[in-house]
């Protein structure tokens, strides 16, 4: 086990009522995750991996959007959403 784990989870203990139950939810999010990811094919492995690349690459350009752009793009996803859903 990473020594830095240990280490928490020895302090665990001293913490909060409140504090362990959070650490609880954040370790029981954690394990839901990794079971789910160790379920998927390796092919669909390799299509999150490669998609994650390509949202860190994304992040590292940076955006030049305006909230109002945000916005409008938004919107209109929204709209056709709604559309299709109608069946218009």
């Given at each position: 086990m990473n020594k830095r784990l240990q280490t928490l989870l020895d302090r665990i203990p001293t913490w909060s009522e409140e504090a362990q139950n959070d650490a609880v939810m954040a370790l029981s999010d954690i394990e839901e995750k990794f079971r789910i990811l160790?379920?998927?094919?390796?092919?669909?492995?390799?299509k999150l991996a490669?998609?994650?690349?390509?949202?860190?690459?994304?992040?590292?350009?940076?955006?030049?959007?305006?909230?109002?752009?945000?916005?409008a793009s938004i919107s209109a996803s929204l709209d056709a959403w709604e559309q299709k859903r109608n069946g218009a």
């Open positions: 160790r379920s998927l094919s390796p092919e669909d492995q390799a490669a998609l994650r690349e390509e949202i860190n690459q994304a992040i590292e350009r940076g955006g030049s959007y305006t909230d109002k752009e945000v916005e």
